[in-house]
């Protein structure tokens, strides 16, 4: 069966993609501090770039997802969306 995504709800896509990226700048600002202290030279970052790096992800991520589904929708509006063919879970067939 053919369902069509018409419109995204531009701040609660936002939210949770920005919350996402917050998730992996906290998973990659150590990576990042420890390759760039191996570097010549030493690390060009403070500590302070591992609390800044997951914040400013998140706040990105916000923003740019925010303008991404808002383009989304006026797309969507002009060609009718993105097409998926979706089909019941096993468990939804049996109820």
Same mark, same amino acid.
């Given at each position: ?6 419109? %995204?709800?531009?701040?609660? =896509?936002?939210? =949770? ?17 420890? $390759? ?8 060009? %970052?403070?500590?302070? %770039?591992?609390?800044?790096?997951? =914040?400013?992800? &998140?706040?990105? &991520?916000?923003? %740019? ?10 797309? $969507? ?6 097409? =998926? ?5 096993? $468990?939804?067939?049996? $109820?």
């Amino acid at each position: 069966m053919k369902q069509r995504i018409r419109r %995204f709800s531009p701040l609660q =896509v936002a939210t =949770v993609l920005g919350i996402l990226y917050g998730i992996m700048g906290l998973i990659l600002a150590p990576v990042f501090y420890l $390759a760039a202290s191996m570097a010549p030279g030493g690390a060009p %970052f403070g500590p302070g %770039f591992i609390i800044a790096m997951p =914040v400013l992800y &998140g706040l990105l &991520g916000f923003v %740019f997802t925010a303008i991404g589904a808002a383009l989304y929708n006026l797309v $969507a509006g002009w060609v009718g969306g993105i097409e =998926v063919e979706v089909e019941p879970s096993p $468990a939804q067939a049996d $109820a």
